[in-house]
């Protein structure tokens, strides 16, 4: 098998693509054969060295995959050679074997292609429990989107709009906006270029939106919080303009409003059956075509350091998946 080993993370350039001995499952462990794995910003935080979970090098990066279960350990029972499976297993997915606990992996329903199922669970898993669970959104609120054109932010409209609420997207430029209304988003604001707030006040008649979804951080969060509707709900996703933002606890008291930390990853671990009961949930919506993953690019996996470049330098709209033959 070959793998992409980061032995110092201190970003992709230091990444090699290896050829290394294909490992056999242990007890309760699947062996994948990957077909395809997509990147989400933790990856790169994990080559940078930034993440909260600081693997111990040699490390495979590569948390979210699809493929074909190879072989089975002892144990494993639910799982069998030449099943379909996807898997959210943390690392070991930019390669084109890995080694997976069984409880981690999950059969692929008919008709997800490898690339839709690689690029699914922790998007569309995320974006669920922030907006359904978390934020108990309803049909007829108004959520507002930042960073709407990326991996959460796409799925962020599409899930909104499945659950009947009304999507202000806002993104960097023209051609991301253009991505979000054809994803159905309502309205769009490029914050590159115009005054959030100002456009918050026209597009919601001054009385905001009740959920704002957050992956961005930085220096958007306080003049968006600023803006947020009473009984608002502010869920914090993410932080991929690099800064955690801080606000005034007056804040949330003039308005009544929440900060609503989400934490994907922690919620399926304590929660598995909350877990499985929305992926099932969002597996019926993809099945009724309301959600489906936007994958711009779709490269060999040799091809990883272009996928980080494209990702870093904020040019993919959507997902960044690859594959292998
Ligand atoms: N809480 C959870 O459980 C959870 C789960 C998954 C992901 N996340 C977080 O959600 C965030 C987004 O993840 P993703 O996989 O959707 O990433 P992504 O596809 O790269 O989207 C991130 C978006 O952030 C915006 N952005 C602003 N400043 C940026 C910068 N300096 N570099 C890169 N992007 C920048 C970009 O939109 P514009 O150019 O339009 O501003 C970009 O589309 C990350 O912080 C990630 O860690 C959290």
């Known amino acids: ?166 999507v202000i997207a806002a993104a960097s430029s023209d051609e991301k906006c253009a991505l979000c209304r054809q994803l159905g988003a309502d309205a769009t604001i490029n914050y590159s270029r115009s005054n959030i707030r100002d456009e918050i006040k026209t597009l919601t008649g001054g009385r905001g939106p009740d959920v704002v979804y957050d992956p961005v951080g930085g220096d958007l969060a306080e003049p968006v919080f600023r803006s947020i509707a009473w009984r608002g709900r502010y869920l914090v996703i993410g932080f991929a303009q690099g800064q955690i933002p801080a606000l005034p606890l007056n804040l949330p008291l003039l308005k009544g409003a929440s900060i609503v930390g989400v934490f994907w990853g922690e919620f399926a671990r304590r929660e598995p059956q909350h877990n499985a009961a929305a992926l099932a949930q969002l597996a019926t919506w993809y099945g009724e075509g309301k959600v489906k993953p936007v994958i711009e690019h779709q490269l060999p996996m040799q091809e990883l350091p272009r996928a980080f470049e494209l990702m870093a330098s904020r040019q993919v709209r959507g997902k960044v998946v690859l594959t292998n033959p």
């Not at 994948?32 to 794995?37: F, G, P």
């Not at 639910?78 to 997915?93: D, N, Q, R």
């Not at 429990?129 to 709407?148: F, P, Y």
Request: one cysteine or more; aromatic letters at 8%; proline letters at 10%.
């Open 1 to 166: 098998m070959h793998a992409w080993i980061c032995e110092d993370p201190v970003g992709p350039q230091a990444l090699t693509w290896k050829e290394v001995p294909t490992p056999s499952p242990g007890k309760g462990e699947v062996l994948v054969s990957i077909k395809a794995a997509s990147l989400n910003f933790p990856d790169l935080l994990i080559v940078q060295g930034k993440y909260q979970m600081k693997p111990q090098p040699p490390f495979v990066p590569g948390a979210e995959f699809a493929g074909v279960v190879e072989a089975v350990g002892e144990g494993v029972a639910s799982l069998k050679p030449g099943m379909a499976v996807a898997t959210f297993a943390g690392l070991g997915g930019f390669a084109t074997h890995a080694c997976v606990p069984q409880a981690v992996v999950m059969p692929v329903p008919p008709g997800f292609p490898f690339a839709d199922a690689a690029a699914f669970l922790c998007t569309y898993g995320t974006t669920y429990h922030a907006l359904i669970d978390r934020a108990s959104l309803k049909a007829g609120e108004t959520v507002l989107v930042l960073g709407a054109a990326g991996g959460v932010g796409t799925a962020a409209i599409q899930i909104a709009k499945a659950a009947g609420a009304t």
